[in-house]
């Protein structure tokens, strides 16, 4: 803990000034023995002042607050927490008058109480009063104060417990930026924030840079003797990165290292987390009964500090769960497992159960794990009740990262927890489809298919649902435009830090002036976002909480006659979710070693086709056609009979890269002749979503209600001096100009074709057309990008459009299209999806979209979107349209040309119902075919009379 130590300012009359001086002595002696840990000695000297405090009359209340605070200090540093929480709460309440209620003696008292709340783990009771701690000091001592950056450095600490690592490191990162201000490396303050920071890096899985920042606080702590415990706490760390890494022999030491230090300085609380630790080393060594040893000796100290219910004491008892059911004793570990239940307060008949709960990441993989040991029990026994057992835990999970997904900030933690709910929602699975095969309940399969909803694409569900809450949330509009303003900032100066970098070659101390900037814009939405969330509960609700549609949802409100809806859920075995609006299916495919080889090695015969020799021409397409069978056998064959004309794909995982259109539906007549081949494009119309929900927000989202029109760009690029690397596109104009000739409306193209033009007009169009280059960032891809027409003079900020600013662009648009280079492609994020360009057009609001998965030459891009085109303007469902452009594409071509590599990376994603052009080009037409024939019947009939 971080001792304040405070120089009272006496105020009153002459007479009480008088008296306090000996006073103010007094407390300056305590603080003094504080500093020296001698907490005895600060305590006597604390109640001589309030003694003395209590002989002068209409004394200022700011000094006995800090002596309470002083005995807090005591207290707390001697492991009496109780008692120093009574101290400090005696402080704030005695602080709660006008004159002192934003004084920096308040903001002390509830900094101390906020640690006393972190000290014994009740993270979410210590945020307030850390939020109130910095308010108050922000206001009265400004941004860059070294007293702001511990209240920073608290509420990182809080986060981090609290499973939000990505807000607690912006959290220490400002810490660190203020307190290089005031201090010079080596010092204990540093050392504590680069601790701090490792753990954030090391939750973050970024194992290096943790080793790294551990590496530089144990340089910030040069004296060994007087900066032993805070070497110690370093020395912890670096053995769990150790373990995280399997160098299991260095993290003993490491461990040991800490271990003996704490026991050194009496820290039984800290020489727990050691025994916990080193029992689950020996449990990976394959020792259980040594572990088991270190385990209860965790326990037991855990235990003697704070009592049977503490989150410490839960970990220990989840630690002995594991133990044991790695033993095979099911029963004591079932036992453990629910003695950590009780240790983390957890009662799941309670009204708001979770809130009282502060370690999540511990509840969350104690019912995981108290699930497979029912599950286990159901595989001995063949009782259904152990199923059943299985499947509350799993619900009780579900409820609980719904419960932290609402409370997360930050993107980063958000994408931890979808990943974590992928590994839930996989045994659940299991547990599920056991359930239906012994009972035929079709409720355990509907279950299932929630849980494989709630496995894809919830942050972007999340983004679609704000024009929801926007809506229909009650908030006034200038407070969405403050929400929009402050998110639009951030995104900006995100951006402006990437292009810092970029420019500087990652310099350390680039972009220290933007971090400060950016740091504070986050603040800002954080604490506005927090003051909407108490005044507007439903507009909150309705932005973070979507809800999921049933099957007989989407067959009634989302499905279109003659469409299946196909969704993959990728876990030890394949799930296939077949749904008609008549019908719902469930297939389990057992999946095979070779099944990643197959994905693996469909997707390279068709992308590398260009780097393969002559001499290996024929051998790739005798790979390609035996793999596009066989995975067609594994993907589609079980479902095949309950298949209709129009298929939705909902990939799961690394099926996200697949081009399912040149899957072969059987043998070939002859390598060669790709015209010939039975793709599945040939029988369906193909279209991609990230999930059901998706599609169902896509189709009922925000368009424009105006005329729907055309937007083409078609970008100039003249391939040199571009370190984009932007080479010159021969055919995107005659592109834009052949779609203009079809639907009518504007386009810009060369030196009009801008950046600042397209964000400028493109929300007054329902049909947008990007024929342009685009680039993944494999690194970031927030800032992958769509470039546009640049002169000499422009930074890229002016001509390339990235991720980062599509997703706070108001796309009304019912298709967009990017004719550019792996606008589909992109990082993959378990739980999440791919995230590509077009995913982010789709954040923007887009109802649909034409992307590309890889890089095609210009010439074939226009050739297709033209023919694609055709059908958009005859007003044909998009898949459609989409199949018949390739289908007459593959026809029109020679053999080579009539490859998979030319044309399946075409995809079309979201609502597949036709473009409702209005009144712009049918209405319009019928209606001047119209006024032309009464013109010319009136010109006839004057003509006659005259």
Known sequence: ?????????????????????????????????????????????????????GSVDNHPIHYESVIYMIFGDCDFEERYYHQAKNFYQKAVDLLEGAMYARSLYRADALNKLGNYWREIKDFQRATPFFNEALEIRRSVLGEDALLVSDVYNNLGINYLYLGDFQKAMDLQLEAMRIRLLHVREPHDLLGQTYNNLGQCYQDAGDLNLALQTYQRALENYPDILKSASLRADVLLNLGTTYDDLGDLDRAIRYFNEALSIYLKTDNLAAASICYNNLGNIWIQKDLPDKALGFQFKALQASQSLYGEVHPDVAQSWYNLGLTYRIDDQIDKAIDAFNSCFAALDFRPDADQKLDRINAFQTLIFTLYNMADMHYIKYLLSDDASHLQNALLQFEYADETLDYLRLRYESLGSKLNLVNNGHIIYEAAMNVLMELHRKTGEARYWHRAFKYAEKSKGLLLLDALQKSKADAFGDVPEEVLATMSALEREIADLEKQKHLTKQKHNDQQGATDSLDKELFSEKQKFSDYLREVNQKYPRYYELRYNPMIPSVPMIQQNILEPGQTLIEYFLGSDLLIFIVNQDEFQVVSVPLVSEFDYLLDTFGATIRHLHSVSSTHLMDNFQTYVQVAIQLYQYLLKPAERYLQKHLIIVPDERLGYLPFDALLTGPVDSLHRFADHPYLIKSHYISYNYSAS????????????????????????????????????????????????????????????????????????????????????????DFSFLAFSQNAYQDPDDFLLYVREIYNLPVHAQLVILSACETGTGKLYQGEGVASIARSFSYAGARSLVATRWNVNDRTTNELIGLFLEGIKEQKPKDEAMQEAIVQYIGKQNDYYAHPFFWSSFMVIGDMRPVKFGTSLVFIGVAVGLLLLLLGGFVYWRLKRV
């Open 1 to 53: 803990m971080i001792l304040m130590f405070i120089i009272l300012t006496p105020e009153g009359t002459a007479s009480t000034l008088s008296d306090t001086t000996s006073i103010n002595i007094i407390i300056s002696k305590a603080q003094d023995y504080l500093r020296k840990g001698d907490w005895s000695n600060g305590r006597s000297e604390a109640s001589k002042a309030l003694e003395d405090l």
């Open 694 to 781: 998706l599609l169902g927000e896509m189709k009922t989202g925000r368009s424009n209600s105006k005329v729907v029109k055309y937007l083409g760009f078609a970008p100039q690029f003249t391939g040199q001096n571009s370190p984009e690397g932007l080479t010159e596109l021969l055919f995107n104009r005659d592109e834009i100009e052949e779609a203009r000739s079809k639907l009518g409306g504007r386009i810009y193209q060369g030196d009009q074709a801008t950046k600042a033009n397209f964000i400028k007009q493109q929300s007054k169009y329902g049909i947008i057309h990007l024929a342009t280059h685009g680039n993944v960032d494999p690194n970031s891809e």
